[in-house]
């Protein structure tokens, strides 16, 4: 049997395809729910997965963002609130168009390059990922210092607004990842005696504190108000949809490139990918002075971006266990727990699984347009909700995940410590994506350290001497280099030209 066959195998049963389709109606509405992400949502599906195999447990992860990240299109367009960051760009686009009387042809085309733009993410995630894993696979502990230490500069000068409040960010996640025995020397550290830190701090039940507890306590504190209803009824969704793809290809083809590659930066991710290519298109556009006023060209560019981001953020977490969003560094831990140790081995030792997770992501980036359509034409339903209701709901969902974890009660309260510390952390506009990298990545990165200067007898040129370490350290220094001479610059500027008060 072929590594094809023996994917097709592992997809076409029953379970797999039954939890594919729930996983797709929960990540629809987690998504049209204003303020409730597409990694809030990965992180609600995380306990249930510990009771599934791994590939139904990939594929529940994979479909339930892609249709998150378009889900959040829903509300932007109908109330000019976007359900998630990725579709914030272009909310108020979408939205002056739904007060011209065309909310079905931006719906239409949200849905539409939507699922393109995944399936052209996907389709470089195919091509790219057993290429990359070849190479992976002559990389020794200082390649992968330098990839960690890449990643982690990615998520914090590139993936930031300000490189200050990245780096408070990513200290913090460091900091938590030194908590424990889990080191090279085996030395407990900051565990204060208490015998649950030894083995750290659990992954997911901080994840579920910094995405999901966090959130319910700024609806808390925000008073839980109700959402306004949509005014608008939506037409024929798939009306000129023949006319949108010839018309647009070319911005359909920039935003997927580059939504794609900016995917694959760890720590960038898909809402950074729908503002850079909002721009773009702008900045490419005939008619420049048409943005702003309801105009669809950067609605299709800035949509296919975000949704192409998630497949390039697959790459490096597929092939370097490296994540390239917030979501793929909940994935990735999801991953160890089934057993299924991302890196280039795992394309070797288990390819059939590799290929079934790019059927699943075929999958799903097809079905999201019968079940996009269904969404939109319950969106009235599902905005409905109070708050008051839902965040309850979600709270419980969240101490039965951290619980399930371990079965320990410890867990819980880490989710709530966590849940407190990702409020404070957004209530002063300190982004939480460097924290999750810093907690993913900072025992890799000192794990592949300390190796490396054993290795090298405590010298440092050791890690330029080889090809590939010599190209990702320089690269790593310029952009350190670079982010520090632009936020000069930047400064010099201000103080040259202050602005009126």
């Known amino acids: 049997m072929s590594t094809l066959e023996a994917a ?3 997809i076409l049963h029953w379970d797999v395809m039954t939890t594919i389709t729930i996983a797709a109606i929960f990540g629809l509405f987690v ?15 995380v306990p249930t997965t510990f009771f599934m195999d791994p590939v139904p447990a990939i594929g529940a992860m994979i479909t339930c963002s892609a249709m998150a990240i378009f889900a959040g299109d829903i509300p932007g367009t109908m109330l000019r609130i976007p359900g998630t960051p990725a579709s914030a760009a272009y909310a108020d686009e979408a939205f002056r168009m739904t007060q011209k009387g065309e909310a079905e042809t931006a719906l239409g085309a949200n849905l539409l390059f939507s699922a ?11 091509l790219t990922a ?3 894993a070849e190479v992976a696979l002559k990389f020794s502990s200082f390649e992968y210092f330098w990839m960690a230490l890449l990643g982690l500069t990615c998520a914090t000068f590139i993936g930031t607004g300000s490189p200050i409040k990245g780096l408070i960010s990513l200290f913090i ?4 990842a030194t908590v424990g025995l889990n080191n090279p020397a085996g030395v407990p550290r900051f ?4 015998v649950n830190l030894m083995g750290g701090i659990d992954f ?11 959130e319910v306590l700024r609806v808390a504190a925000s008073g839980a108000r109700n959402l306004p209803t949509p005014q608008t009824s939506v037409g024929n969704l798939f009306k000129g949809w023949g006319r949108l793809f010839v018309r647009y290809w070319p911005q359909q083809l920039r935003g997927n490139i580059l939504g794609t590659a900016i995917g694959a930066l760890p720590g960038s991710g898909a809402d950074i990918a729908a503002w850079v290519s909002y721009a773009v298109s702008k900045k490419f ?4 002075e048409k943005f702003g006023t309801g105009h669809l060209e950067g609605i299709v560019e800035s949509t296919s971006a975000n949704n192409a981001a998630l497949g390039g953020a697959w790459v490096p977490a597929l092939v370097f266990g490296i994540p390239g969003d917030s979501i793929t560094a909940i994935v990735i831990g999801v991953l160890y727990v089934k057993g299924v140790n991302p890196g280039p081995t795992l394309f070797l030792t288990n390819p059939q699984t590799i290929y079934a997770i790019f059927l699943i992501f075929i999958l799903a980036n097809l079905v999201m347009i019968p079940f996009g359509w269904g969404a939109i034409k319950l969106a009235k339903q599902i905005l409905r909700v109070p708050p008051k209701i839902l965040m309850p709901v979600i709270l419980s969902f969240c101490i039965v995940g951290a619980y399930a974890t371990n079965n320990a009660s410890f867990d819980v309260s880490v989710m709530l410590v966590f849940g407190v510390l990702g409020f404070i952390m957004e209530e002063n506009g300190v982004p939480i994506a460097p924290c999750i990298l810093g907690i993913v990545l900072g025992p890799l990165l000192e794990q592949s350290f300390v190796t490396s200067m054993i290795k090298a007898d405590g010298s440092f040129l050791a890690f330029f001497e080889r090809p590939i370490a010599a190209g990702l350290g320089l690269f790593t220094l310029f952009v350190w280099g670079a982010s520090f001479v632009s936020s000069y610059l930047a400064q010099r500027r201000a103080a040259a030209d202050p602005s009126p008060t």
């Open 285 to 288: 556009s005939r008619t420049p």
């Open 8 to 10: 097709f195998g592992l």
């Open 31 to 45: 998504g049209a729910i204003p303020g409730l992400t597409a990694t809030m949502a990965i992180a609600l599906l």
């Open 116 to 126: 393109v733009g995944g399936l052209f993410g996907t389709a470089v995630l195919m």
């Open 130 to 132: 057993p290429w990359l």
């Open 173 to 176: 996640g460091l900091l938590v």
């Open 204 to 214: 997911i039940s901080a994840m579920i504190g910094l995405f999901a507890v966090s």
């Open 191 to 194: 565990t204060f005696g208490d």
